[in-house]
Every structure is written in structure tokens, then in C-alpha cells.
């Protein structure tokens, strides 16, 4: 049985330091059992990050098509579907959540309100979940861009490089320079694992447990640069829909 004091040890031990500002994916069973539940879990990543810290999740609401998310989108109500850590997080009292009908943040802890505030801008790169009224998924003052610009940390709970949310920027930033050079370039899709393994050959990562838990933590930012720099030489390696095309293909030709 894992306590609050003991998670908050783990995680710095992991790396992760007062005054952070926090992206988190994460496994609630893997980190095993823990008095006082995901309550504890939380309270553990605030003492961690102390009062001056941000801890930041994704509270999407990705079920169902375009129109069935925007259908029943309410940033008070809507439950998130990326994990019940996520769910509890977002109905908290004190943590905030951004307006935004599939890729909602929320946030809690030092300026969390204003940290979510604006994701009803236009300004920035587009994305294929952009939809209006609500503004750019992943613009200029989207709260996981804004983290990337602070280079805030991500912390990945018993999760794999599949939960990696920040592919999306790194999908984001390639198109927007893509369709500078040709206004009818295609959104490139990212194979999360792949990259995830060429991240972890880069050796910038912090691994441990965290309770029960297989744990990560690195830079938000360094992530996304290092990454990016790789999609633009080779973005061919790292193209998931070419990818699964050559798999089902080869399944066939053995079949």
C-alpha cells in the first residue's frame, strides 16, 4: 500500500522539482494500491511541484465523431476519456478546464485559470480537430502549447509512448512549415511508438518508479524540438499511416 508521501518521494526522485509546471498521462492501476486513492495520487503531484507549480492534464472528450463530441461538449459536465485520473482531476474544485470540444486541458495550481483561459483563439497553426466556434486545437495560446513554450515537464505514469499527446504538436508544427513551402501539403500522422523509441535512444530521459509504476519524465520542450528535427529528415520512417499501409500489405502477401 502506497502512500501520498511515498508517491510524492518517488516522483522526486524522478526528477520532478517544486515549482514545476506538470504534464501528466498516466495508468491509475499500475501504480498499485494507494491509501486514499487517486485523491492521494493527485495530492501527491502537488506536493511535489509545491505551491508555485502547475500540474496540467488532458481532460478530452474524443468519443464518437466530430459532431457527436461537439454535440455534447460542456466544459462543466463532459467526462473526460483519456483515464480516470483525468476525470477526477477535471471535477476537482480549483482545477480548470480549457473550452474546447475534443482536445479540453485542465490545469491546477499557480495561475491555472488563465493558464486554460484562452483556447478559444484563432492565432497559430491549424490542425485537422479545429473547429469553430471553438479555436485552434493546438494554437499559439493552447494550454499544451503554452507548456511547450514553458518548458514545463511530462510525466508518463505506467503509460507508453502511445498515451504521448505532444506527437501532436510535433504533427502540428511540421504541417504548419510544410504548407508554408506548399499550401496543399497533407497532415502527416505520427507512429507515437517509433518516435517514442527514437526519444528513448536519445537518453534524455528520466525512468523509475513512481509506487508500482514504470515512470518517465523529461522535457516538454527538448521532446518536442528533438523530435521535430527527426520528422523533418526523415518523416518518411515515421509516417503511421504509410506505416500500418505496409503492414496490412505484408500480412496479405503471407496470408
Not at 144 to 173: F, N, P, Q
Amino acid at each position: 500500500m502506497h502512500t501520498r508521501s511515498e508517491l510524492s518521494q518517488d516522483l522526486n526522485t524522478l526528477g520532478v522539482a517544486r515549482g514545476d509546471l506538470l504534464f501528466v498521462h498516466s495508468s491509475y492501476k499500475s501504480l498499485g494500491e494507494v491509501e486514499g486513492g487517486v485523491a492521494s495520487v493527485i495530492g501527491a503531484m502537488e506536493d511535489a511541484v509545491g505551491p508555485d507549480g502547475l500540474i496540467v492534464m488532458p481532460s478530452f472528450n474524443l468519443i464518437g465523431d466530430k459532431d457527436e463530441r461537439a454535440a455534447r461538449w460542456n466544459p462543466g459536465s463532459t467526462p473526460s476519456s483519456v483515464g480516470w485520473v483525468t476525470e477526477y482531476f477535471r471535477q476537482l474544485q480549483g482545477t480548470f478546464r480549457s473550452d474546447h470540444y475534443s482536445h479540453s486541458t485542465a490545469a491546477r495550481g499557480k495561475d491555472a485559470e488563465s493558464f486554460v483561459a484562452d483556447h478559444l483563439s484563432n492565432e497559430g497553426p491549424g490542425s485537422p480537430w479545429d473547429r469553430p466556434p471553438w479555436g485552434k486545437t493546438h494554437g499559439t495560446h493552447a494550454p499544451m502549447m503554452r507548456a511547450y513554450k514553458r518548458d514545463g515537464h511530462v510525466l508518463m505514469l505506467g503509460v507508453d509512448y502511445e498515451t504521448s499527446t505532444y506527437c501532436h504538436i510535433v504533427e502540428v508544427l511540421y504541417w504548419d512549415r510544410q504548407l508554408q513551402k506548399d499550401p496543399a501539403a497533407g497532415f502527416l500522422r505520427l507512429d507515437r511508438n517509433r518516435l517514442g523509441q527514437f526519444w528513448e535512444d536519445r537518453g534524455r530521459v528520466q525512468r523509475g518508479r513512481v509506487g508500482d509504476s514504470d515512470s518517465r519524465c523529461f522535457g516538454v520542450r527538448d521532446y518536442v524540438n528533438t523530435l521535430l528535427r527527426e520528422v523533418e529528415q526523415n518523416s518518411n520512417t515515421y509516417d503511421r499511416l504509410k506505416l500500418e499501409t505496409e503492414i496490412t500489405l505484408k500480412g496479405e502477401e503471407n496470408g
